[in-house]
Structures are given as structure tokens and as C-alpha cells.
């Protein structure tokens, strides 16, 4: 759907990215100065690469070699800012029809009333920016950027002036959008929470370049990323499959690559891909095998790495099958223990987060 | 109510300034948005010229348009050739007269309304489909009209006061130039004129505070669209 390759400098910063991203929700997942934002703002046509090409929906929005250059209103591109840049003078409505209205009726593939639903805005449709709460007021603004019918989704940071319960009611509404509307989205953020609830691909940046590029999940088991990906903010994220139920003990199974995890009872049908998150505060280590014990997640493995963290942390990464667990467990524990690569242990799993419950487009 | 004296005078000071106001106003934006917006060599002397008017002698200026806009001035030769206008003693030159006076207060509430709009909502405009222009004519007019407004009341009270680059240009002919504040000093200047010009006084008065009240509540209004 998208395909850029572009190069850009600001001062002594050079932004330098090739990436090609699919249907579904990618994210650009970096610090703040790794060049997320000044990204996006070249995909939309507000900021120009000094070379490159950017190819949308197989139309090319910019190729400096056959100097093409669309400027942003011909490039059809929907875009949700940090801030909502709502017009104060406009009532919600004619906020909403801004774009729309500009083009072709034929084109108009998404309709109001869905977005209205979705979104949960018709009753504020009579009223003026000025009146409307944050959280409100985003949601107009994505509203209205899907109401251009656009080819892609651009969201940058569209969540990062909010708080966490107005973050927390977004995040629903923007995680159903990809699909429900069959548009893709490029999503920056630089909140790991946002990424597993919405991703399906992820662009790690870094110094203005996307170091890697990959499913959320394959990225994230890289041990060598996790400078990237944060260290507390990736413990484990594993594909699994819901597996089935039992509901006289609430619990659901969930197959994946190691072995098969209990969680509490969830409301999804046997076969449903879900994005399983682990933090590696939750998961001890046992060096035999544990005996009666009320931890129900118990899973062989092996000791690839040991990292020592500050304040006499180390974070173990497993091997548990083919998926890859983290561990924190104290310094003392690692030394008393004798813990070391290639060790055999036992993996206890204490609490298992379901990050998204469907995983589109992915085989558990 | 009024003599005929007075209509005479107010006529001509309502016409006089209206054609100030509307004629400036195009041209006016035009410079708030370049000082504004862009930035090219020789802006600083731009600016200034603008705004010469605002601390020069108005007689000065009366005369700067008489030497180039009077039938044989470089530029006023032009016009009476070209287009057959003649604007020395007549009342067109008198609005000339009073837009140039006015013209820096216009520009310059523009310009602070213009430079109060916030880019990003331009940006989101663009990436929805609309060009330049449109972008400018929907999303940054409608928020620069209170200044706009601001400034063209203001510019419109400016004319209705303007005196002398006026009388230094087109002179003081009754029912041609001579607007409300030209007939006032007239009336001074004559033996028993007093009366009379106390109540050209008292119009001037009630004019200036009516466009101030139209002013605010116009202003009020536009505030409260903006406020929801």
C-alpha cells in the first residue's frame, strides 16, 4: 500500500527511511527525535524529502528523480495530528463534511453514519470544537480524516496529548478502524501499549532510519532490539490461538509455540488469534522442576541470555519451545541459583495480558 | 433635522470613508499577508512605508499626493490620460486622501489577526483536499474576521476624522470635498458659526460612537461562533 524510500536532512539530522508497509496498521515505534513525526509530515506532502520516491496505493505522491511533487491536498491521504486541529468556526458536522466534500461522489466509499457509530459522535454533532472534551474532540478529528475517504491513515501521536482514561477510551475506537473501514494506517507513537494494541507491523526508527521492520511479535523477541523497544515495555509478546474453555474453573487455553497458557475465562470463540503479553516482572524461575504448586503456567525451557539491569535486576530471556520468554528475577536469586546460559529451568507465569484479541491477517 | 448644510457634510463623509474602507481593504490584506507570511529583501522598508502615515504631518502627506497624484504629477497625469480620472478636488481624492492615512491601522490589526491563526488548522485543511486559495477563503478568513473587522472599523473612524491630507489635497469645496470635520473647521472660521458647529460636533460625536457599538457587537458575535 505504501512505499517510500526517502532522504531528508534538518540542520545536522538526517532522516534516511525505506520501508514498504501493508494493509493493516503499521507502526513507527521510536523516541521522540527518531524522525517519526518529520516522516509522516513527507508522506502527507507537508514537509518535502530532498530525494526519494513515495509511492501510495500504486500512485506516486512524490519522486524527486522525476520531479513529481503533489502537493498535500492531490495526495488523498487522511491525516490525525497530535493536537486535534479541529476549525474553532465550524460546527462538528461541518468539521466532519470538510473534506468530504471535496471529493468525487463516487469515491465516497466510507459512509457518515458509520463513522458516527464507530466513533460514538452523533450526539455532538451540532456543537462547536470549543465545547468538546479531548478525547472528544480527537475523535472528530479522525472522523474527519476518514470521511476524506483517504487511500491510507497517517495517525501521528494521536493519543499523546490525552490522559490515561481518555487514552484508554480511544484506543477501542482506533484499534477497530483498519478494519471495519479496510484502510490501512501508519501509526506513530512512542508508547509500547498503543503498538500491541494496534499493530500488525512494526517499523522500529531510530536516528532517522527504521532499524527494522517486522511483525510486532517476531520484533520484539529480538533480544538484540530491546534497546529499542524498551526495556520494561517488552517483556514477552506472544502469538497465540484461544485453544478452549472451561468454564467451571473461568479459565480459557491458549496454544502457542512453547507450550499452552491458562488464562482467565475470556468472551472469544475457539480458533480466535490473540496477541498475548507477558511482563517479565510476572514470570520466576525455577531450577527443578516445581512440585505442587498453585502457578499454573509452568514451562520448561532454556537459558539463552542473562542481563544485568540497574538496581540489581537481571532480566533472563527463555527459550520455552519456539517462543521466547523474559524473566526479572533479583541479582541474588542469579547468584545463589547458579543461573547461566543454556541452563535448563522452568518458566512460572504468573499473570498473562491479552494485548489484542484479534490478531487480523495471522495464523496463531 | 438636520440642515441641509449638515446632510451635505455627512454624505460626503459617510461616502467618502465607505470608499476609503472597501478600496483599501483588498490591498490591505494583501500587504497584512505578505508582512506576515513571507518573507522577501526590502521588508523592513516595506513595512515602514506602510506605516509612514501613521507618524507623519497628515499636511505632509496631503501634499506628497498632490505633487504625485495632482493633474501634472507623474502618476496623476497617467490617470487623467489613461482612464480620464481626475482626482485632485474631487471627493474621489479625498478617499484616496483618507485611505492612505488609514491604511496603517488597517494593515496592521490584519496583519496580528493573520498572524493569530494557527497554521496547524491550514495544514488539515490541505491534507482535505483543499488548495491555497480555498484553504485561505475557508479556514483563514473566517478566523481573521474579528480582526478584519477590527481594523476596518477602525480605518472607517480614522477617515471620518481625517482632516489634513485632506484639505492639503482636495481642498474645502462644499459638496465635494467638503466632509464633516472640513465643514466643522469652516463653520469656526466664520463670524456667528458656533451653533452650528456644535451640532456638527454632536453628529461627529454620535457617528463615531454608533460604528464603535456596531464594532463590539459585531465583534461579540463573531467571538461567540468561534467559542461554540
Known sequence: MLELSIRRRQGDFQVAVDLAAGPGVTALFGRSGSGKSSLIAMVAGLARPDQGRIVVAGRVLFDAQARIDLPPEARRLGVVFQDPRLFPHLSVRANLEFGRKR??????????????????????????????????????AIGRALLACPRILLMDEPLAALD????????????????????????????????????DTLVLMDDGRAVAVGPVEDLLARPHLRPLTGRYDAGAVLDCTVSGHDDSHGVSRLAFAGGTLIAGRIALPVGTAVRVRIHARDVALAVDPPGRISVRNVLPGVIRSLET??????????????????????????????LKPGMRVHALVKAVTIARSDVAGREG | ???????????????????????????????????????????????????????????????????????RGPVGALLYDWFGVTLVFTWKGAAVASAVIAFPLLVRAIRLSLEGVDRGLEQAAR?????????????????????????????????????????????????????????????????????????????????????????ELLARRLQARLKG
Open chain 2, 1 to 71: 433635522m438636520l440642515t441641509d448644510l449638515e446632510t451635505e457634510a455627512l454624505r460626503l463623509s459617510l461616502l467618502v470613508s465607505g470608499w476609503a474602507v472597501a478600496g483599501s481593504l483588498p490591498l490591505g490584506l494583501a500587504c497584512a499577508w505578505l508582512l506576515a507570511r513571507r518573507d522577501f529583501p526590502g521588508k523592513m522598508l516595506f513595512d515602514g512605508l506602510i506605516h509612514l502615515p501613521l507618524v507623519l504631518p497628515p499636511v505632509v502627506v496631503g501634499y506628497g499626493l498632490l505633487v504625485t497624484l495632482g493633474r
Open chain 1, 164 to 199: 490515561a482514561p481518555r487514552k484508554a477510551e480511544l484506543l477501542p475506537f482506533i484499534a477497530t478502524l483498519a478494519r471495519r473501514f479496510a484502510i490501512p494506517i501508519l501509526y506513530v507513537s512512542h508508547a509500547m501499549d498503543e503498538v500491541l494494541r494496534l499493530a
Open chain 2, 127 to 215: 491534507t482535505l483536499g483543499c488548495g491555497p486559495v480555498r484553504t485561505f477563503v475557508t479556514v483563514t478568513l473566517p478566523l481573521m474576521a474579528p480582526g478584519i473587522l477590527g481594523g476596518t472599523i477602525l480605518a472607517f473612524a480614522r477617515s471620518l476624522s481625517e482632516f489634513g491630507a485632506t484639505i492639503t489635497f482636495v481642498s474645502n469645496i462644499p459638496g465635494e470635498t467638503r466632509t464633516l470635520p472640513i465643514a466643522l473647521y469652516s463653520l469656526t472660521q466664520v463670524p456667528g458659526g458656533d451653533a452650528a458647529a456644535a451640532r456638527l460636533c454632536a453628529i461627529s460625536v454620535a457617528l463615531a460612537f454608533a460604528a464603535m457599538l456596531a464594532s
Open chain 1, 309 to 338: 539491569g540497574e538496581g540489581h535486576v537481571v532480566d533472563v530471556m527463555v527459550e520455552c519451545g519456539g517462543a521466547l520468554l523474559w524473566a526479572q528475577i533479583t541479582a541474588l536469586a542469579q547468584a545463589q541459583l547458579g
Open chain 1, 103 to 140: 471529493v468525487p461522489a463516487a469515491e465516497r466509499t466510507i459512509a457518515v453514519d458509520a463513522v458516527v457509530e464507530v466513533l460514538g459522535i452523533a450526539h455532538l454533532l451540532d456543537r462547536r470544537p470549543a465545547l468538546l472534551s479531548g478525547g472528544e474532540k480527537q475523535r472528530v
